[in-house]
């Protein structure tokens, strides 16, 4: 109860809204009757600025004062001096000074941070001079800014009065969208006032500024000290709270509505309303003393509500708010007014149940500050009934009106709403001369008088005279009387505006209203050209719809009927259950002809003027084609709604009661039929452009629609929907939807990378609305529409957010709610709910999964269907995370109280999991977090209902909002961890059609097929052989190095101090252990940093990562096998030629001592002897000699015995059986005739022919052609080894069983041990012979007696040169040179040359992994166009690659400089490596030449392998000079050079090639060759990388008829396809399966290694499809079968189709 006021007391306060006077002080003052509410008088108050450059700033306040204390700060005289602070609102306080004193004035302006100071005498006037020195005031008015301005620029929004703010500016996702944090910066008020309207919070309009408090350090230093505290000044107690600079909320909105766009102002008003906040009817510009009226503003706002006469039927009506011609009651002030006008609104409009301040009032936060633009603002806001006697405070519908500010300012505004009001309630306190505004005659409302008793000049005699005078009725006055509480003048109040309503004089739409605005000179925000151009294009098409399901009959064929027979088309040639016993290929063929007949009846249809009309329409400029779809939206939404909405309630009551079944079908296929959106446009402008795409690419029609994916990606841009599924066929239209996001590709690039969050849950769950309110978003959520299908909507993430987020864009999905199994059996839509979830699972980085924990049988269904998607994606390779939201849990502790739901939840999860898992065979999948990381503690958010309290007057509940807001902060902080994960666009379009195709099939995880995961597998496998190559490469050059110091062990080059050779090689091999356990480390590293790094969408090939570890395991074992055998090898051959060595050294120390004394004794004779007679006194010296020395014949091996004893240790764990099979047959009668496999006895002979009966195969032909390509392999391992002319040793022959084995363990042909034993027996038998010889030969080579008659001819000519004392220094060196040096260096080059040879083919795409290769050598089959080379490749695999590899390294290196550069490469750091040598040895004056040339080699020993027979031999009967014979050394080196460069350049390729140590054909072909595993259908060669993968895989199966499979009966070849066999209900049988017939689609069962993924494209394997078409006849004859029945479709396929399939068979790009 409010005291009543003496007579002159002022309320300076006004109405509720204009507060104490504001916190601002301009200098400006004007006298604007507008600008308060209540003064009685006015004082005009004008005031300059001045400076005072010599002023200093408080240290405390920041003001600036002329005084400065002791400590240098500013004297801060505030405290103890009166302070006004005066704005150009006039201030009704009067400024007085008691007599006799002078008061100090201190006038601040607080923005300006200026201040003026005056002293004033007493009784002086209160207006305030003109200072001396300034200009006219006139003049510096001009000047200055105006109110408006200067309030924009207070809240930084001065940028967008002129660029008007957009959606995409506000909806953006940066650090403040997840920050509360306001900061220091007034700016972020409007920012945050729209972060929380966009999110519907109804605290939005809690505002507060940045501290402004002058006394704020004092304050808070007086508050933390005590004593202080006790003596404070009581004074305190009286100050204002409002310590803040800061807004009126109605500043703060009328500030953004002036400063948004239209589609900015329709948000922010559909927001308001569902906020229950007031929207703006009339928006003025204070500076253009203009409003206008927003009608596009609230177009978007839709209510629902039951009037009175509707409550017994439960019906309700639903409606576009600007389109109900409702009564509008309005609310004014005149004059001054002491009652709270919008208080008393608020308590009007909502009973103590469910209390809201609708409108802003004085008592609100910030509501006292005092406006400064939004005086004239006239807001609506509408009261609806719920049909609810006991709650409805008004029982029919009505719109309240509340015009801020007094109506004698704003004229147009008062006129405006009497002109559509059904009443207008009047405000005052007194009234005079102003009531002239109430008698206008063309007011055609109602005028109720409100007055406020407290006011003493109202007496019941005034009342009567202005009765009187206004032509009104006692029932039109209303007085609040000082006994009348606020409750009892609400009631009486309610009562009059009851009795309005009963019979309302006016019903009008805002619509309608603008007719009256147009009248009045106020403008429409409608009026734009743009809106209006927009309208008209919409109305154009819309006015054409009577009937909506025959509308869409008329104007979309092209997505009715003909689009879901292309669908049903589509899935069939996935599934083909309808098969029957028809030819796969043939089936599939006629699918695809109806497919095209389908499109060719889309074609033969004209486009609709409909659809002309809309395609012109969203092809015009930006802002007019936004206005054009959101007519058209609105529009059609008028138009479902009012059959839909009925349909939607009675579906969900049918639903309620599962027996309604086939009223529950029918209804919803109304509701299908019914619906229609401007989804259904974009439907049938898909098909369109897709069906073009089956016209001539020369069509003018299809040349026509190519701009169509554009504009639809512009459209996405500009943040509209885009349907991806469409939930009525349940189809995706791929390439539609692909050329769409392509050219939004080509829109944004490079600026491309998105984030996908995604919404999944129950039908009617609020999964949109929870986006919207998250996202700010607008997906369909009214009554009348539902989601189908999904749609995905495009949100900018701004610059400064960018690098956090590793994103440009975030992409938000919205679904369709999934059925619960009752209503899914009815339109058999598990297979849609399934697709539907995979899909978008697949393509998210985040899933939300909307759950309601109520009813735990449907979430136990909805969660099955959620799991069995999450296991999918986790089986191939993408790990999307979720986060379960439960709706509607208010309580505060939900998250505590949930701990058991949440158990319950996780142990649900956990049988989903199982469940799924057995279904995709999986089942390693125990738990959910197997699948994927979950932590039940946060992945859970509870939140609280929509509405607070009963709709449709409630608000939304702040707990929804505030909740909402955690939880976008919450996947906001998720996304940041998804960096790693984000796609492209482009990449994101290929994952919607790999996980579409796949989705499609009834086994999902084994028909994914995804150009990205295939390139991530491409990039890893190519980083694998780099890995791999460098550590063979890097061991190839530890191995030769430890070859060289074997070969050099014991002789002078030798650069180990250990003597004995066992001890050498322990040494040897411990070093080899040590660098490969260092290989093997460092490439697993680089594996695992591999795996860490973020890019390169490593994480789809996770799951190989284990194949590639165990493949990097079994390259060390296989190369450490074959690095010790190596160095075993050759130290037991260096110590077999230590004997002979001796030998041949001690007989050559006695010829030599022969020579000297020949020498000796010819010189005694004194007498001049010709070459002729020292020739012939040599000769008889020499066969003397060699007479005295005892040659013994040199024992060979026998390699047979040998080789036998390996054989028998092969096969030694075979058992008995084996042994006695080697035991029948002499190794020395194997291997003579070429190997032909025949079975052994009758019995053997019967078992093989059944078989072969059996499988339809002849096995006696398979197992010849594995023992074929066995033998084959051997034969070049053992003539690797003839090649080298080396001695026999034991690895040889272990190495060749080594690959017998491993090939017979591959090879995919049923073998038995008869089969291996005879195979084996052959080669061992072969290889020994040849070894045999190799041996022989070795040994002859190396004899003694050969050795020392080979060296006679230089024994002779260096007598002669001894005898005749000649100089040998040149020829010696020569000698060293040629017979040393030479040799060692060509031997280098040669050990060299085949690692820069395979470094040089790597460089090539072809060689760079396993696919690339199969990809160069199949198109360059296809290109020669040869039969021959096609049988070969098929029938001979190995060796045609073999073939083909040696090929292309004759083409690299036959012609041009590669390989003379290489070489020189290597020249060139011999012969420096020498000349190196050989300046440091001469460096060192060694005592002798044998020291000398002996250092000579021990310098380049660790390179260069220097022959000690060579050695040896030069250093007989040596006496050059040392000095000299190092000077004709380096120019013989010289000589050298450019004699081994001239016989490289004379040297054929071929010959290098059989000379290289490494040979590169075979490095090459152990690199592309793989597994050798084939497809056991078509035999295509397995693709995968690495050795020990687990899993094989082809990339281009074959028709099964190239893999010599044929008809039973017929005996024609087969063309079925293995990619089209595993889905079909086609049965195989083989040896694995028993013989016993098998269905293709549980091939898995018996070939659970191969993974053939099914592939319903015709085009997949159009490659070999062209080769059979080509060469069927010859494959006929050369398989001994029946030519093939071709289908039609293979016989269009041209070679240029052919090439294309294969590249993107194995995603060539």
Not at 517 to 523: K, M, Q, T, V
Request: charged share 30%; net charge negative; proline share 3%.
């Amino acid at each position: 109860m409010e005291e009543p006021r003496s007579d002159n007391s002022e309320d300076i306060y006004g109405e509720e809204d204009e507060g104490p006077p504001s916190a601002y002080t301009d200098c400006e003052a004007d006298y604007q009757k507008a600008a308060t509410d209540d003064e009685d008088s006015f004082v005009d108050l004008y005031c300059e600025e001045e400076k005072d450059p010599g002023s200093t700033t408080c240290a405390d306040c920041e003001a600036d004062y002329h005084e400065t204390g002791t400590d240098g700060k500013a004297v801060c005289r505030h405290v103890k001096t009166t302070q006004y602070k005066i704005s150009h609102e006039l201030i009704s306080q009067p400024l007085e000074t008691p007599v006799g004193e002078m008061e100090n004035h201190i006038v601040i302006n607080c923005r300006e941070e200026e201040t003026l100071q005056e002293t004033t005498e007493p009784n002086d006037s209160t207006e305030i001079s003109d200072l001396p020195g300034k200009p006219n005031l006139e003049e510096e008015r001009k000047t200055q800014k105006t109110n408006l301005e200067r309030l924009l620029e207070d809240l930084g929004l001065e940028q967008y009065h002129r660029e008007k703010l957009s959606l995409s500016r506000i909806l953006g996702i940066d650090e403040k969208t997840i920050t509360d944090e306001l900061g220091d910066c007034k700016s972020n008020i409007p920012l945050n006032f729209l972060k929380k309207l966009v999110m519907v919070n109804v605290t939005a309009r809690n505002v507060k500024g940045v501290s402004c408090d002058l006394s704020n350090s004092s304050s808070e230093s007086n508050c933390d000290d005590e004593s202080d505290s006790t003596e404070s000044n009581f004074e305190d107690l009286f100050e204002s709270p409002n310590e803040t600079e800061t807004f009126n909320p109605l500043d703060i909105m009328t500030a953004l509505l002036l400063c948004s766009d239209g589609f900015v102002q329709q948000e922010l008003a559909l927001k308001m309303s569902m906020c229950q906040f007031s929207v703006p009817l009339l928006l003025p510009n204070c500076d253009t003393q203009q409003c206008t009226l927003m009608l596009w503003a609230m177009r978007d706002i839709v209510k629902k509500y039951r009037p009175s006469d509707l409550s017994e039927s439960k019906g309700f009506i639903e409606e576009r708010i600007v389109l109900s011609e409702l009564p509008m009651i309005s609310f004014v002030r005149l004059g001054e007014c002491s009652l709270s006008k919008s208080e008393i609104l608020n308590k009007l409009l909502n009973n103590s149940q469910q209390y809201h301040d609708t409108f802003v009032h004085r008592d609100m936060e910030s509501g006292d500050i005092q406006r400064r633009i939004s005086n004239g603002l006239t807001e609506m806001t509408w009261y609806l009934p719920c049909g609810n006697k006991n709650m409805d405070i008004f029982s029919e519908p009505v719109a309240i009106a509340n015009l801020r500010g007094d109506i004698a300012s704003f004229e147009t505004q008062f006129s405006f709403l009497c002109q559509t009001s059904a009443a207008v309630f009047v405000f005052f306190d007194q009234l005079d001369s102003e009531c002239e505004l109430l008698m206008n005659k063309n007011h055609k409302a109602q005028i109720f008088l409100v007055g406020n008793q407290q006011n003493k000049s109202l007496t019941p005699d005034v009342l009567k005279k202005l009765a009187t005078r206004l032509n009104l009725t006692k029932n039109n006055i209303i007085i609040k009387t000082d006994k009348t509480n606020d409750a009892d003048f609400v009631k009486s109040l309610k009562k009059v505006v009851s009795s309005v309503l009963t019979k309302p004089q006016l019903k009008m739409s805002v619509e309608q209203m603008a007719d009256v605005a147009y009248e009045l000179g106020i403008p429409v925000d409608e009026d734009s050209p743009e809106c209006q151009a927009g309208k008209k294009n919409a109305d154009a098409i819309t006015a054409e719809i009577k009937d909506t399901f025959q509308f869409k009959e008329n104007q979309f064929p092209l997505q009715g009927q003909i689009w879901k027979e292309l669908t049903f088309l589509e899935k069939e040639e996935f599934h083909l259950r309808n098969i029957g016993s028809e030819n796969i290929e043939n089936y599939k063929s006629n699918l695809k002809k109806k497919k095209e007949e389908q499109r060719k009846k889309q074609n033969s249809y004209a486009m609709s003027n409909v659809m002309t009309c809309f395609i012109n329409a969203i092809a015009s400029p930006d802002r007019e084609r936004c206005y054009f779809l959101k007519w058209m939206r609105m529009n059609l939404d008028n138009l479902s709604r009012i059959k839909l909405s009925g349909l939607r309630e009675l579906y969900k009551e049918k639903c309620k009661d599962s027996e309604n079944k086939q009223e529950i079908k029918e209804i919803d296929q109304q509701l299908s039929s019914s619906s229609l959106g401007v989804e259904h446009f974009f439907r049938e402008m898909g098909q369109i452009y897709e069906a073009s795409l089956y016209l001539p690419e020369t069509d003018p029609s299809r040349q026509q629609l190519q701009h169509l994916p554009k504009l639809c990606a512009q459209l996405l841009l500009d943040g509209f929907p885009l349907e991806l599924v469409d939930g009525d066929a349940s189809n995706i239209p791929l390439r539609w939807v692909s050329d769409v996001l392509s050219q939004l590709n080509d829109l944004v690039s490079p600026k491309n990378k998105i984030l996908v969050v995604t919404v999944l849950g129950v039908q009617s769950t609020g999964k949109s609305t929870l986006l919207n309110t998250m996202f700010g978003v607008q997906f369909a959520v009214s009554s009348g529409r539902c989601t189908r299908g999904a749609f995905m909507l495009l949100i900018k993430v701004n610059e400064d957010f960018k690098k956090v987020l590793n994103c440009d864009f975030m992409m938000i999905i919205d679904t369709e709610g999934l059925k619960s199994p009752e209503l899914a059996q009815l339109d058999n839509s598990h297979e849609h709910d399934n697709e539907l979830a995979t899909l978008v699972v697949g393509l998210s980085n985040i899933t939300i999964i909307n759950v309601a924990m109520e009813n735990s049988t449907e979430m136990k269904d909805i969660l099955q269907i959620v799991v069995h998607a999450f296991l999918r994606m986790k089986e191939v390779g993408k790990k999307p995370q979720c986060q379960f939201v439960h709706q509607n849990i208010s309580d505060v502790s939900a998250h505590e109280k949930n701990l058991r739901d949440r158990k319950l939840l996780l142990e649900q999860l956990n049988e989903m999991t199982q469940a799924a898992a057995r279904m995709e065979k999986r089942e390693e999948n125990k738990n959910f977090t197997d699948v994927m990381e979950y932590n039940p503690d946060t992945g859970n958010c509870y939140i609280p209902g929509l509405w607070n309290g009963n709709p449709p007057m409630a608000p939304v509940n702040a707990g929804y909002s505030e909740t909402v807001y955690e939880l976008k902060k919450n996947i906001i902080q998720q996304l940041r961890k998804c960096g790693s994960t984000s796609n492209n666009i482009l990449e994101f379009r290929e994952w919607i059609t790999s996980l579409w195709n796949a989705v499609k099939h009834e086994n999902f995880i084994f028909s994914f097929r995804n150009s990205l995961v295939a390139d991530a597998y491409m990039r890893l496998c190519t980083e694998y052989n780099q890995w791999e190559w460098e550590f063979k490469k890097e061991m190839y050059k530890w191995v030769t190095t430890a070859e060289i110091r074997i070969s050099n062990f014991g002789t002078a080059a030798a650069s180990s101090e250990i003597s004995d050779m066992n001890e050498f090689v322990t040494e040897l091999k411990s070093e080899a252990i040590t660098e490969l356990i260092k290989w093997e480390t460092k490439i697993l590293e680089n594996l695992k940093k591999y795996f860490d790094q973020p890019e390169g969408h490593v994480y789809l090939v996770e799951g190989y990562r284990e194949d590639f570890s165990n493949s990097i395991k079994s390259l060390r074992r296989q190369t450490e096998r074959s690095v010790l055998n190596q160095i075993t090898a050759a130290a037991d051959i260096k110590q077999g030629m230590e004997e002979l060595d001796k030998i041949r050294a001690t007989y050559t120390e006695k010829i030599e001592k022969a020579v000297y004394a020949l020498i000796n004794e010819c010189r005694e004779k004194k007498v001049q002897m010709m070459d002729k007679e020292l020739n012939e006194c040599f000769d008889k010296m020499w066969t003397e000699a060699m007479n005295t020395l005892s040659f013994s014949e040199q024992q060979t091996l026998n390699v047979f015995t040998s080789v036998s004893l390996q054989l028998q240790a092969n096969l030694s764990h075979k058992g008995s059986h084996a042994c006695e099979l080697l035991s029948k047959k002499n190794l020395k009668d194997c291997g003579l005739e070429p190997f032909k496999y025949t079975p052994r006895g009758v019995h053997e002979n019967f078992k093989v022919a059944i078989k072969g009966i059996l499988t339809s195969k002849n096995l006696v032909k398979e197992r010849q052609e594995v023992a074929d390509t066995i033998i084959s392999a051997c034969n070049d391992c053992v003539w690797d080894q003839i090649k080298r002319k080396t001695n026999y040793h034991d690895t040889y022959i272990q190495e060749i069983l080594h690959i017998i084995d491993e090939k017979l363990n591959k090879a995919d042909v049923d073998t038995d041990i008869e089969f291996e034993v005879s195979l084996k027996q052959h080669i061992c038998g072969s290889a020994a012979r040849k070894f045999q010889k190799m041996h022989e030969e070795f040994i002859q080579e190396n004899d003694p007696y050969r050795c020392l008659q080979k060296n006679k001819e230089k024994f002779c000519t260096d007598f002669k040169d001894v005898f005749y004392e000649r100089d040998q220094c040149q020829k010696k060196a020569e000698e060293f040179t040629n017979q040393c040096l030479k040799p060692a260096v060509e031997n280098f080059i040669y050990r060299s040359l085949g690692l820069d040879i395979v470094d040089k083919m790597l460089t090539k795409e072809e060689f760079s992994t396993r696919m690339s290769f199969q990809y160069s050598i199949l198109l360059d089959l296809i290109s020669k166009s040869a039969f021959e080379n096609f049988k070969s490749y098929i029938r001979s695999y190995e060796d045609y690659v073999k073939s083909w590899i040696s090929g292309r390294i004759k083409e690299t290196f036959s012609f041009g400089s590669t390989l003379c550069e290489l070489e020189d490469k290597h020249l060139k750091f011999c012969v420096n490596h020498i000349n190196d040598a050989i300046t440091k040895v001469k460096a060192e004056n060694t005592d002798s030449l044998r020291t000398f040339v002996e250092n000579i080699c021990k310098e380049v020993g660790d390179k260069l392998v220097i022959s000690q027979d060579s050695l040896d031999a030069f250093m007989v009967l040596n006496n050059a000079d040392q000095e000299q014979f190092g000077h004709w050394l380096n120019e013989c080196v010289e000589e050298m050079t450019e004699a081994l460069r001239e016989k490289f350049k004379s040297t054929e390729f071929e010959t290098k090639l059989s000379r290289l140590h490494i040979k590169p054909e075979n490095e090459l072909f152990t690199r592309v060759i793989g597994c050798c595993k084939q497809c056991p259908f078509c035999k295509i060669p397995c693709d995968a990388g690495g050795k020990n993968h687990t899993q094989h895989f082809a990339s281009l199966h074959r028709p099964n008829g190239l893999g010599l499979i044929k008809s039973k009966d017929s005996k024609k070849l087969t063309t079925d396809v293995c990619n089209s066999l595993v889905i079909s209900n086609k049965r195989f049988r083989c040896s694995v399966t028993n013989n016993e017939w098998c269905p293709y689609t549980k091939y898995k069962n018996f070939f659970s290694d191969w993974d053939i993924r099914a592939d319903v494209s015709l085009e997949s394997s159009d490659y070999w499809k062209y080769v059979m078409a080509t060469y069927n006849k010859d494959f006929a004859e050369a398989y001994d079968a029946q030519p093939a029945d071709i289908p039609d479709s293979w016989k269009t396929i041209t070679m240029e189709k052919a090439k294309k399939s294969l590249k993107e068979s194995f995603n060539i790009s």
